[in-house]
């Protein structure tokens, strides 16, 4: 048994590195600030608290989903946003959502709504 957890504790030492890259929120990539400013008319500053969340489109796809959100709005009200779906039931926290690659942006559009069954309204 202490053989089966000392292996364990070596499978998962550098576990929190890896997951905070890939499940933390992170500052928005140049591709979509670019996107943002020429689509959306935003200034520079206006993305300096902006962060995003992401998930794979599907298995085997490099394009992702993701979910734009100002950090500042999000900490006010007490949520904590490591994943993508941790903003699910804080809807209103998203600002824009859409999907990117890494050709750059496909979509992003203005904040969405969820409703009690689940759909999403714009």
Same mark, same amino acid.
């Given at each position: 048994?202490?053989?089966?957890?000392?292996?364990?504790?070596?499978?998962?030492?550098?576990?929190?590195?890896?997951?905070?890259?890939?499940?933390?929120?992170?500052?928005?990539?140049?591709?979509?600030?670019?996107?943002?400013? &020429?689509?959306?008319?935003?200034?520079?500053?206006?993305?300096?608290?902006?962060?995003?969340?992401?998930?794979?489109?599907?298995?085997?796809? &490099?394009?992702?989903?993701?979910?734009?959100? *100002?950090?500042? /709005?999000?900490? *006010? &009200?007490?949520?904590?946003?490591?994943?993508?779906? *941790?903003?699910?039931?804080?809807?209103?926290?998203?600002?824009?959502?859409?999907?990117?690659? /890494?050709?750059?942006?496909?979509?992003? /559009?203005?904040?969405?709504?969820?409703?009690?069954?689940?759909?999403?309204?714009?």
């Amino acid at each position: 048994m202490i053989g089966l957890l000392g292996l364990l504790r070596s499978r998962v030492a550098g576990w929190p590195k890896g997951l905070a890259k890939r499940n933390g929120h992170r500052p928005l990539p140049e591709k979509v600030q670019a996107y943002l400013m &020429k689509e959306f008319r935003l200034l520079p500053t206006d993305m300096e608290n902006l962060r995003y969340v992401a998930r794979t489109e599907s298995i085997g796809s &490099k394009d992702m989903y993701i979910r734009v959100f *100002d950090v500042t /709005k999000v900490r *006010d &009200k007490g949520v904590t946003v490591k994943k993508y779906g *941790d903003l699910e039931r804080h809807s209103e926290l998203v600002l824009f959502y859409g999907r990117m690659g /890494k050709s750059g942006v496909s979509y992003l /559009k203005r904040e969405y709504r969820t409703i009690a069954g689940g759909t999403r309204t714009r």
